[in-house]
Nanobody
């Protein structure tokens, strides 16, 4: 059974940093694209970043490019999202998600989803 569990959310002031973690189980990470999505109240879900299964290539939404970094640690079965220079508009519930196969961009949808972790950035 595939399970994705997010952690690391919290409240920070603008300009601060936060690192989210996604613990992956039930599937090999080198067979699975892992991505981060976010949804703010009243807004549509947005794909933030993903890391490819085969070669760990990465993709980012324009809104976070240069500020966020996705990475994975195969040995720890964990994917991270390092978020720097946070802005109030980054406030959202962040979801970890997985997709079997490979991608060439952030997928619109994924096969597996975590429950989410809340990130709040205050001004």
């Amino acid at each position: 059974q595939v399970q994705l569990v997010e952690s690391g959310g919290g409240s920070v002031r603008q300009g601060g940093s936060l690192r989210l973690s996604c613990a992956v189980s039930g599937i090999r990470m080198d067979y699975t694209v892992i991505g981060w999505y976010r949804q703010a109240p009243g807004k549509e879900r947005e794909g933030v970043s993903c890391i490819n299964s085969n070669d760990a290539s990465t993709y980012y939404a324009d809104s976070v490019k240069g500020r966020f970094t996705i990475s994975r640690d195969i040995a720890k079965n964990t994917v991270y999202l390092q978020m720097n220079s946070l802005k109030p508009e980054d406030t959202a519930v962040y979801y970890c998600a997985g997709l079997r196969g490979v991608v060439s961009d952030i997928p619109y949808d994924m096969d597996f989803w975590g429950r989410g972790t809340l990130v709040t950035v205050s001004s």
